[in-house]
């Protein structure tokens, strides 16, 4: 059995900033890609970025570029999302996942679908 387990979210201010660190336990596995997405109450989950560790390649929300970073560590299977400028509108759950299938690559890396593990998230909530 896998788990992802997120850490780092919280209450912050508008303009403030927050570090969000996923890592895997439980079965060794070799993701081929890892993301994050956020649901906000009453809204789908929506993609925030991936990073895909073949050739590092990162992928973003049209709506974080610019202000969110993701970055990792293949060999851990960790990831970490850096977000700066944060505004009341990411205020959402964000949870990391997986792809250990290969499903990033058919279903792209923004894509839910491309997913097999998921982490049961982590509040972020920005005040304004």
């Known amino acids: 059995q896998v788990q992802l387990v997120e850490s780092g979210g919280g209450l912050v201010q508008a303009g403030g900033s927050l570090r969000l660190s996923c890592a895997a336990s439980?079965?060794?596995?070799?993701?081929?890609?890892m993301g994050w997405f956020r649901q906000a109450p009453g809204k789908e989950r929506e993609f925030v970025a991936a990073i895909r560790w073949s050739d590092s390649s990162t992928y973003y929300a049209d709506s974080v570029k610019g202000r969110f970073t993701i970055s990792g560590d293949n060999a851990k299977n960790t990831v970490y999302l850096q977000m700066v400028s944060l505004k009341p509108e990411d205020t959402a759950v964000y949870s990391c996942?997986?792809?250990?299938?290969?499903?990033?690559?058919?279903?792209?890396?923004?894509?839910?679908?491309?997913?097999?593990?998921w982490g049961q998230g982590t509040q972020v909530t920005v005040s304004s």
């Open positions: 996942a997986a792809d250990s299938s290969g499903g990033s690559i058919y279903f792209g890396a923004r894509g839910r679908s491309g997913y097999n593990y």
């Open positions: 439980g079965r060794t596995f070799s993701s081929r890609a």
